[in-house]
């Protein structure tokens, strides 16, 4: 079982839309996840963190935690284009010290 | 602000011969990590340095690949000798947590080596 798991897409949503970005993780002593958004050809650039059970916003991005269930979220209100990427979560793992990723959803946002 | 620069950006080289990569994290960045990225895949920890000591390397296929960080600033990844499979991106990050990995990590623009 891979400690940080994503459904590799690609997820299309037309523009204006909401787009839902999940990741599941095994390590239960994992307390600190985050969300990188990757362009093609680019590096991962940090978009959120989130440490506690529920939800954090961000502008239009919301992260949703649920440490019962071993289940992180990114929600994209009004997507836009330029929201088209690769999206990465990550868990800080092996007693908080090593950050391990995810495959990747790639996200589209179609005109 | 200057961000981690990475260098060379590409780089070609024949399987079973050597290449070494330079990181320079942000200034005054105590965490120094290295990551490979293969093509569909996130980004996979290789080692990861705490100012010039290493704190995890776990993950580092040490019979082919060496890293350093002298002074506890500048970064070098070798790959000696090289193989098919070590085709990918070479992402360099580094972050001001001492305690590492939680605080966060700022990427460079990468290496993207292609072992023919």
């Known amino acids: 079982q891979k400690e940080v798991e994503q459904n590799s897409g690609p997820l299309s949503v037309p523009e204006g839309a909401i787009a839902s970005l999940n990741c599941t993780y095994s390590d239960r002593g994992s307390q600190s996840f985050f969300w990188y958004r990757q362009y093609s050809g680019k590096s991962p650039e940090l978009i959120m963190s989130?440490?506690?059970?529920g939800d954090k916003e961000d502008g239009r991005f919301t992260a949703q935690l649920n440490k019962a269930s071993q289940y992180v979220s990114l929600l994209i209100r009004d997507s836009q284009p330029s929201d088209s990427a690769t999206y990465l979560c990550a868990a800080l793992t092996g007693g908080g010290n090593k950050l391990t990723f995810g495959t990747g959803t790639q996200l589209k946002v179609e005109l | 602000e200057a961000g981690v620069a990475q260098s060379p950006r590409y780089k070609i080289i024949e399987k079973r011969q050597s290449v070494a990569f330079w990181c320079n994290p942000i200034s005054g960045h105590a965490t120094l990590y290295w990551y490979q990225q293969i093509l569909g895949q996130g980004p996979k920890l290789l080692i990861q340095?705490?100012?010039?000591?290493?704190?995890?390397d776990s993950q580092l296929p040490k019979d082919r690949f060496s890293a350093e960080r002298l002074k506890g600033v500048d970064s070098t990844l070798k790959i000696q000798p090289a193989k098919l499979e070590d085709s990918a991106v070479y992402l360099c990050?580094?972050?001001?947590?001492?305690?590492?990995?939680?605080?966060?990590?700022?990427f460079g623009p990468g290496t993207r080596l292609t072992v023919l």
């Open positions: 340095f705490q100012n010039n000591g290493v704190v995890d």
């Open positions: 989130i440490y506690s059970n």
């Open positions: 990050a580094s972050s001001d947590s001492v305690r590492g990995g939680g605080d966060t990590q700022y």
